[in-house]
């Protein structure tokens, strides 16, 4: 599914991600885990082009390091940043919709892919019509998430989704990741996390990423260190 073979990234001429080497299969969920400025965010903005770059990134088995960022989602990936990005004067739907829009997927195809939004997370057909200004931190990152699955069909990339997120927020987040994959078992996730214990119960396996470079440990491990 993706592949990252010797990613390198470098800004203002400062090594940040130094030869990162990591494999995520069709279908499974990867707790990818770090402190604070170790490169997650960072891997993630390379994989989605915004962020120049080194080294090959494929997906299955193309190359997309020469894919423009624009047209990245279009391949099935869908991410959702740590800060959200909702434009403040769209509706929650609207923000929802817009990769649809971006992607010109047919009036049926966005229709259905909306319903799927809305059945993992109910919530955010009720907040629909509100603007996307007035819904709460931990609010926008349902809905960020929900932006991220109307176009992500292969790949979704969670970046800090539980960060900040009050303890029933973040159940809820926990509980619409859980269905998402009982929907689709042929999804990959990556998710960044401070805190690999948030993810034991969805995550087939943990990623520690340290100064730009890669350790891979079983995720049962990664919760006792």
Excluded: C, W
Aim: proline share 6%; aromatic share 4%; hydrophobic share 40%.
């Amino acid at each position: 599914m993706l592949a990252l073979k010797n990613l390198q990234v470098s800004i203002a001429s400062i090594p940040i991600l130094r030869g990162v080497n990591l494999t995520v299969g069709e279908g499974e969920t990867v707790a990818f885990v770090g402190r604070n400025g170790a490169g997650k965010t960072t891997t993630l903005r390379a994989v989605m082009g915004l962020l120049a770059s080194s080294g090959d990134i494929e997906l299955d088995g193309q190359n997309i390091q020469k894919v423009p960022p624009h047209m990245r989602p279009g391949l099935g990936i869908g991410y959702a940043p740590e800060d959200r990005r909702l434009f403040s004067a769209f509706t929650v739907e609207e923000n929802i919709l817009l990769p649809a829009r971006v992607a010109k997927l047919s009036a049926g195809e966005t229709k259905r892919r909306l319903d799927r939004v809305y059945t993992i997370l109910p919530e955010l057909k009720e907040m629909g019509p509100r603007p996307a200004g007035s819904v709460s931190g931990g609010q926008g990152k349902m809905v960020a998430l929900g932006r991220a699955l109307m176009i992500g069909t292969k790949l979704i990339l969670l970046d800090e989704p539980f960060q900040g997120l009050a303890p029933v927020l973040a159940n809820r987040y926990a509980e619409a990741l859980r269905a998402l994959r009982d929907q689709d078992r042929s999804l990959s996730v990556v998710i960044t996390e401070s805190n690999p214990g948030l993810l034991k119960s969805f995550a087939e396996r943990s990623v520690t990423i340290e100064r730009g470079e890669i350790q891979e440990m079983p995720l049962v491990e990664a919760e006792t260190a």
